[in-house]
């Protein structure tokens, strides 16, 4: 028998517990191990019943993700929860940890649960592009009814213990020890002559009307298919036998497993793991991280402030005067207030942090004992600079001093301290407390513990961690920049901000790129573009006009009720605002463009070849170390749809070297803006993709 499982007896209880760390994933010895432990049991003289357990943190987390896509070894998981079913002993499972996707669907074919209170179970295939393929559409409809089985597989959510019992998939919760309950409750069972109950044998569940369901779980999606899939899968259990309904279910499994979006999700479902875990790091300790000060309360430092509470900081935010500090409290006490509303905490926690943890001041001389400093002032290096001279005067020795700059030098402002070792980037993203993206700017001359404790403090407040170099706009905004730029330019050329956001909402991101400008503020780009236009642009530059005129105006997006959207009748009625296609109107006669017709397709591909080819520079100029670490950053921060798995890995699926014809196509217009990444054109002759760097890293 395999090693991952090991056989015992009790009375007449066989015991399989699995072992296979860190979750217990379903690999193919551990299914051998099973079906091996299921033959002995069964040929075991005075054997009534098998008891299935994990060791370790799980009962099981689920198939072996790293298997798919490669060949199926047998025994197949479906095959193995038939036989777990079908056998004539009475089979119980006994769950703690996690039991997700194919792990639950290994306790549906046992004829018993029973879990320990902290215990959850799932099915999150769809967070894979997938849908549950051993059973779990045809079982668990049968056992909690359809609604309540559809909510759970199209949200892919974990559901407590409780909850689980009230479903109906927990039959009995108890604390202790899963092993010794688990034998303690197949023991009655056996006492009691509890007959077998496999789920396969109870009646199917009720109807719905299928089509309705499918398209909302389509919509809800946001180009997403496997949800809407689910419902296709369920319907089956209804309308079929149940043999027929594992089929039909087999078949769609198999069809996603085909699909772009299972790769682009499993590609994130990695990355989202490897992204905080760096080899220059391993090894390093980092700084201890206790009290943290915030410069600025404005809107990053409030919400910064508010994540490093909620994690358990204390946290003092320094702010220019009373009524400034006085405005930080209110911002900071209104998201805790959100908070509480959303159980996040509780009224006890609550007023510990309000009272305890949280302080503000005026007065520098407060933060000469800090672990670390974030600055959050105004986006002015000589502010910047201003309040670092103060901090590296003040800060004990070891301090961190970290700023949340959006683009400006971190080398510079590390300069303007006598310890630049100690100095990094913390970009965290709006709402910081709600945003899981924290980029980790790491300067010339950070120190190795100093990042380290960048990382840390990313884990701490549960964020995800991306390591950036430093350059205008580090990751994230120097790739946006450019994106938006392409967007502009196809603005001039003929299109509409309107057109080209629903073509992008279509493609998958939460929101288009004007209806996001007017969530963050006109005015912050409309600084940037001001700051770069004093810089001196580079003539061959095309450069749009026509927002500077609504900022003029006073029109700086959904704060001010206008911008490209008119927001008037709430923040959710967006409707175009009619004074945006004059102005780009008046900026095309001027500059004595004729306007053409753009479709979703080329709005789509422009933007992204735009956004790849900034990315792949990037890559290359070692601003990111690896093509997920861009993914990533686009993924958590910039609402790039997952299912694509992040721009690089949506450029390997789509094909660089078409990719690539295109820029050269584009830069025929303007060979300025569309310079081809040397990057990609090395892959291409290659014949090599992104995701081979990540591996060779
Ligand atoms: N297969 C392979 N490896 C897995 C895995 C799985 N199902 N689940 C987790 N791992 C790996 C992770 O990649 C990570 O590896 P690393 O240490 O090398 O980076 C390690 O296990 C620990 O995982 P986490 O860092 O995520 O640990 P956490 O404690 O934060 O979370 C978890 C644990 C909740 C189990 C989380 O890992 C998780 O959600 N896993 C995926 C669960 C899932 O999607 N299951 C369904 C699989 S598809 C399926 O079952 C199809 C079936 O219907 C046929
Ligand atoms: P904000 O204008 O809302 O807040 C700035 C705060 O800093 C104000 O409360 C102001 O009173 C205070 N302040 C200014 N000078 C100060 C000084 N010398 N000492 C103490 N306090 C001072 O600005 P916001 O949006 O919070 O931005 C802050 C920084 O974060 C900027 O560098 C910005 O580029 C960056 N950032 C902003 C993001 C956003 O979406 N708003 C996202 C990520 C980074």
């Known amino acids: 028998m395999s090693d991952k499982i090991s056989y015992s007896c009790h009375g007449d209880i066989a015991i399989l517990t699995v072992q296979n760390p860190p979750v217990n994933a379903l690999s193919q010895p551990v299914r051998q191990g099973l079906w091996d432990g299921m033959d002995r049991a069964e040929a075991e003289q005075g054997i009534r019943a098998i008891m299935i357990v994990g060791e370790g943190r799980a009962f099981f987390a689920g198939a072996d993700i790293t298997e798919f896509g490669k060949p199926p070894l047998k025994p197949h998981l479906p095959d193995l929860i038939n036989r777990i079913e079908s056998s004539p002993l009475l089979i119980v499972a006994s769950m703690h940890g996690v039991s997700l996707g ?32 051993a059973g779990g559409t045809q079982r668990l409809p049968r056992l909690a009814g359809v609604i309540a089985a559809l909510e759970l597989m199209t949200t892919g959510r974990h559901v407590d213990a409780e909850e689980g019992h ?42 719905i009307n299928w089509d309705e369901a499918f398209e909302k779980a389509l919509k809800s999606g946001r180009g997403q298919i496997s949800p809407a899939w689910c419902v296709r899968a369920v319907q089956a259990s209804v309308e079929k036998p149940f043999e027929e309904g594992l089929e039909a279910e087999r078949q769609i499994f198999y069809d996603l497993m085909q699909t772009e979006q ?76 959100g908070a509480k509303k959303r159980g996040k905490i509780d009224s006890q926690q609550y007023e510990k942090i309000v009272n ?46 970290a700023s949340n700059t959006s683009y400006l030098d971190i080398n510079e402002i590390a300069a303007s301290t006598s310890r630049p070792a100690d100095v990094l980037g913390l970009h965290f993203f709006s709402p910081a407390h709600v945003m899981k993206l924290l980029e980790v700017v790491v300067a010339d001359a950070t120190a190795p513990d100093v990042a380290a404790t960048g990382f840390a403090l990313g884990k701490t407040l549960g964020k995800i961690s991306v390591r950036a170099g430093v350059c205008d706009g580090f990751i994230g905004n120097r790739i946006l920049s450019t994106y938006r730029a392409a967007a502009d330019h196809m603005i001039l050329d003929g299109a509409s901000p309107f057109e080209i956001d629903k073509a992008l909402e279509e493609f998958g991101f939460a929101m288009g790129p004007f209806a996001v400008a007017d969530l963050a503020g006109l005015d912050i780009s409309w600084a940037v573009r001001k700051r770069k236009e004093a810089e001196g642009l580079d003539p061959r530059t095309r450069d749009a006009c026509y927002a500077d005129k609504l900022c003029e105006d006073g029109h700086f997006g959904q704060k001010t009720g206008k911008g490209y959207y008119d927001y008037t009748a709430g923040a959710k009625s967006r409707l175009p605002n009619p004074d ?45 170390r690896r093509p997920l670490d861009v993914d990533m950053t686009l993924l958590f921060g910039y609402g790039f749809p997952r299912h694509w798995g992040g721009p690089l890995k949506w450029a390997d699926i789509v094909g660089l070297e078409g990719l690539l014809r295109d820029i050269e196509c584009y830069a025929q217009e303007d060979p300025y803006f569309w310079q081809t990444a040397p990057l990609l054109k090395r892959l291409v002759a290659e014949g090599r993709v992104f995701d081979d760097l990540n591996k060779a890293n």
């Open 580 to 624: 945006v296609m004059p102005l780009i109107e008046a900026e095309r006669q001027e500059k004595a463009i004729k306007p053409r017709k753009f479709g979703d397709t080329e709005i789509v591909r422009r933007y992204l070849a735009a956004m790849v080819n900034e990315a792949a520079k990037v890559v290359g100029e070692g601003i990111a």
């Open 166 to 207: 009230k479903l109906g998939i927990i039959d009995k919760i108890q604390d202790g020890d899963p092993n010794l309950n688990g034998i303690a409750y197949t023991q009655k069972l056996l006492d009691q002559n509890t007959p077998r109950r496999p789920v396969s044998d109870m009646p199917a569940p009720e109807k």
């Open 102 to 133: 194919g792990g639950l669907e290994v306790a549906l074919g046992c004829h018993y649960r029973i879990a320990v209170p902290t215990a959850c179970v799932g099915l999150p295939e769809v967070h894979l592009g997938l849908l549950p393929g």
């Open 356 to 401: 305890h943890s949280l302080k503000l001041v005026t007065d520098y001389g407060k933060l000469s004992d800090m672990d670390l400093v974030i600055e959050a002032v105004f986006e002015e290096m000589a502010v910047k600079k201003r309040v670092f001279e103060e901090l590296d005067r003040i800060c004990k020795p070891g301090t961190i001093l």
């Open 262 to 337: 299972r790769q682009g999700m499993i590609h994130a479902f990695f990355s989202q793991r490897a992204v905080s875990n760096l080899p220059e790091l391993k090894g390093i300790t980092p700084r201890p991280l206790k009290n943290i000060a915030l410069i600025g309360g404005g809107t990053m430092g409030a919400g910064i402030a508010t994540s490093a509470l909620l994690s358990g900081l204390n946290v003092t935010v320094l702010e220019m005067n009373k009524h400034a500090t006085q405005a930080a409290f209110d911002r900071i006490e209104n998201n805790l207030s």
